[in-house]
């Protein structure tokens, strides 16, 4: 399927007051989101039209590495963004649904998830996703230290924290405490049902993947 260009989306998160998060930290918020559709389509469209017979490839500085870089940070940017508003809006409460099920297995009780995710928001320094890893079908807490970096491929996120300054410093405040009484703020607001979907997707996904590969051959 050929590439299209990015486009913002409309979230339902925007059309009621969330519990603690302003209106105007979401509409300053979704300006970043804007601004990173832009730049992955610039640095996508760049990319494609680069003539690669004459460009120069130099891992020092080159034109090519330096969009090539820059492009992923616009994308997951936009990505990230579109997981992290798309379930925002809910009525929290504790986990439901399959989501429930995995935390449970994976982490000795869905109260030791939240013991932890809440411990990784501390720790990272741009986002927080727990995502379903599609080749062992396990859950987990995976710290990003920006929003390209530290991702493990397979990773499907399913739940998004954005603990970049920008998403609590106007409701909050810019503190450790601020950033706790945030992250407490986003799981008021969680849309399980939304983290659920999304995990029914990554779960479909898999046995997708593991229905097509052919039996290994008898020896
Ligand atoms: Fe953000």
């Given amino acids: 399927m050929p590439w299209t260009e990015l486009k913002p989306r409309k979230f339902a998160a925007f059309d009621k007051e969330l519990d603690g998060i302003s209106r105007q930290t979401m509409q300053d918020h979704y300006k970043l989101y804007e601004g990173y559709a832009k730049k992955a389509n610039e640095c996508r469209k760049i990319l494609n039209e680069f003539d690669y017979s004459q460009i120069e490839g130099n891992q020092v500085y080159s034109p090519l590495r330096a ?8 994308l997951l940017g936009y990505k990230n963004h579109d997981l992290y508003f798309g379930h ?12 429930a099920e995995l935390a449970e297995s994976e982490f000795n009780g869905v109260e030791k998830w939240q013991d932890a995710v809440k411990k990784a928001a501390s720790a990272a320094r741009g986002w927080v996703m727990v995502g379903y ?7 987990f807490n995976y ?4 929003q390209n970096l530290w991702a493990v491929y397979n990773m499907v996120p399913v739940l998004a924290i954005d603990v970049y300054e920008h998403a609590y410093v106007r409701d909050f405040g810019a503190t450790p405490d601020g950033r706790k009484q945030y992250v407490e703020a986003f799981f008021r607001n969680l849309d399980w049902d939304h983290v659920n ?7 479909a996904a898999k046995q997708g993947a593991d229905s097509s590969v052919s039996e290994p051959a008898v020896p």
């Fill in 67 to 74: 969009v090539s870089v820059d492009y992923t940070f616009a």
């Fill in 88 to 99: 925002l809006g809910g009525d929290g409460g504790a986990p439901t649904g399959r989501f």
């Fill in 133 to 139: 890893d599609l080749n062992d079908g396990s859950l």
């Fill in 143 to 146: 710290i990003m230290d920006s």
């Fill in 197 to 203: 979907r999304q995990l029914a997707q990554a779960e």
